[in-house]
């Protein structure tokens, strides 16, 4: 049998909750920001609270703080100037280097007197279409067709001194542009006097040639041998 339910409004069966007194907003606030704060002070190390430290010292860890980030910044900017120079020395360093016109080639027809006349160059026998390069930095002071050269490109070096590529069968530069050493001129050919797929090269110095072994042997390239002084300085570095 189910037990009635007392009516009296005035009653309560269970636990009453013994009333507290409101807490003001402020005390809120106030309480949850010394919580945070704690929680900040345990998560930094327990830095000092800032009360604690005078301001002498406060104005101190501010400088120290603002002379790392300018150290770490100087660090930086030192850093990429050395990279920049690095870059501009790699770059006086081609500038200033001579190299093989092309590899893989056969040293053929020395400079001297051949049927009568002078062979004022040397041939480099290749396959026909084989990409060479030039052997120093200058100025592209012709570049097309040069009679008995064929396709041929010409280039003034700083020094005054002028390298001719004969027989190609294609330029790769226009005249007036500025090259550097192991920069693409031509593809190899048989263009003009020629008798055969090879790259034809001439030295000229005020207008006169010049054997192209000794040379080029003065200047760290042994032509012959196919070798070259810059790239093993380069590599033994």
Request: charged content about 20%.
């Amino acid at each position: 049998m189910r037990q009635r339910l007392s009516s009296e409004p005035d009653r309560y069966r269970g636990r009453r909750r013994v009333p507290t007194p409101p807490r003001s907003r402020y005390a809120a606030v106030v309480t949850t920001a010394f919580v945070g704060a704690g929680i900040v002070a345990l998560g930094a190390n327990a830095l000092p609270d800032a009360k604690s430290v005078s301001p002498s010292a406060i104005d101190e860890l501010k400088r120290a703080s603002i002379t790392s980030q300018d150290a770490a910044s100087r660090a930086d900017s030192a850093d990429v100037a050395t990279r920049a120079d690095r870059g501009q020395s790699k770059a006086a360093a081609e500038q200033d280097a001579w190299l093989l016109p092309l590899h893989g080639y056969d040293f053929n027809a020395p400079y001297g007197v051949r049927w009568g006349k002078l062979h004022t160059g040397i041939d480099l026998v290749a396959p026909e279409g084989t990409p060479y390069t030039a052997i120093h930095s200058g100025t592209v002071t012709k570049a097309g067709w040069f009679g008995g050269y064929g396709y041929a490109v010409i280039v003034q070096h700083p020094d005054g001194s002028e390298a001719i590529y004969g027989h190609s069968s294609e330029v790769s530069v226009k005249e007036g542009q500025q090259v550097k050493a192991g920069d693409q001129l031509g593809l190899v050919g048989n263009t003009g006097h020629s008798y055969g797929s090879h790259l034809h090269l001439e030295i000229h110095v005020n207008g006169q040639p010049q054997d192209p072994v000794p040379w080029l042997m003065k200047r760290g390239v042994n032509i012959q041998l196919e070798l070259e002084e810059f790239y093993s300085e380069a590599a033994a570095s």
